[in-house]
């Protein structure tokens, strides 16, 4: 009766009943699965972003079967532009701890951290910096072609590792990386304490975008990039043989920012 109502034949039914959940069904289900666990880890994804990372972890799919599961399922990049949806920037994580009051008497107590793009002719390159607010040195980086989650965690990583910090505020803005869960989890499974500014006020995170401005000046400007390696080896260079070792800064004494902390950590010690 219930086939008949519907419109079903019995033998459809049946046929359902013996398999209820098609083999196609049942892989849909886990590459859902796999998806939302990469969006949940990087709200900023989107379905292309998610294509290669399903492939990266031993998926085989399409990029049309991914935009078709992630349009199901409303997988949608945050910074996708949706008509008729007005969005909201994603609640922060952290409290904002530093009040635009980028001072600090001692190493390792103030960091900031954002990420930048450059345009070279085989696509953006993504840097995401961290300095330490009293010698304004860049304790820690890194340079990718795609501005993931994980750009930020090495970048962390990577100042954890020259600084062992302990107590550390690291100040950000409410970008998706920052907000992701791998990025808290780094924060706090070494002891280091978040802190978010607020939505659109660039003055929240100033003292970082300075950096950026000198980086953009006296290396993005210079010439067009080829290559992101060409450009990657650039900063790199710009870095760690003229920022930090011969560009004296009028804040620092007019020392650099290895001569600023060779010198004042040196008589801390003693």
């Known amino acids: 009766m219930t086939c008949r109502v519907l419109g079903f034949s019995t033998q459809a039914f049946y046929r359902w009943k013996k ?14 699965n ?21 492939g990266d972890i031993g998926f085989k799919a399409s990029e049309k079967r991914v935009w078709k599961l992630c349009s199901q399922q409303r997988i949608w990049s945050i910074f996708a532009k949706k008509r008729g949806l007005r969005r909201k920037a994603g609640p922060p994580v952290h ?9 600090s008497d001692r190493p390792n107590a103030l960091w900031l951290t954002d990420i930048s793009e450059h345009e070279t002719d085989e696509g953006k390159l993504y840097f995401c910096g ?3 607010v009293y010698s304004n040195r860049l304790v820690g980086y890194s340079i990718d072609s795609r501005m993931k989650a994980s750009l930020a965690v090495k970048a962390v990583r990577n100042a954890i590792t020259l600084r062992s910090p302990v107590g550390t505020v690291i100040h950000s803005d409410r970008g998706s990386q920052f907000r992701s869960k791998s990025f808290v989890r780094t924060l ?3 002891g280091l304490i978040g802190s978010m500014g607020r939505v659109g006020a660039c003055g929240d995170n100033a003292a970082m975008e300075s950096f950026f401005s000198l980086l ?4 993005l400007n210079r010439q067009r990039w080829t290559t992101r390696e060409e450009l990657r080896l650039a900063i790199v260079t710009w870095i760690e043989r003229t920022y930090h070792r011969r560009r004296r800064q009028r804040g ?3 020392l650099t920012p290895i001569e600023f902390e060779a010198i004042n950590m040196a008589s801390q010690v003693v």
């Open 130 to 132: 961290v300095k330490d």
């Open 19 to 32: 398999n209820p959940c098609s083999q196609r069904d049942w892989d849909d289900a886990h590459l859902i």
């Open 95 to 103: 409290d904002d701890l530093v009040q635009r009051n980028f001072m």
């Open 188 to 190: 706090k499974n070494n």
């Open 252 to 254: 620092l004494g007019r």
């Open 34 to 54: 796999a998806a939302l666990d990469i969006h949940d880890e990087d709200p900023a994804f989107g379905y292309r972003f998610i294509s290669d990372e399903l």
């Open 216 to 219: 953009q000046k006296n290396v």
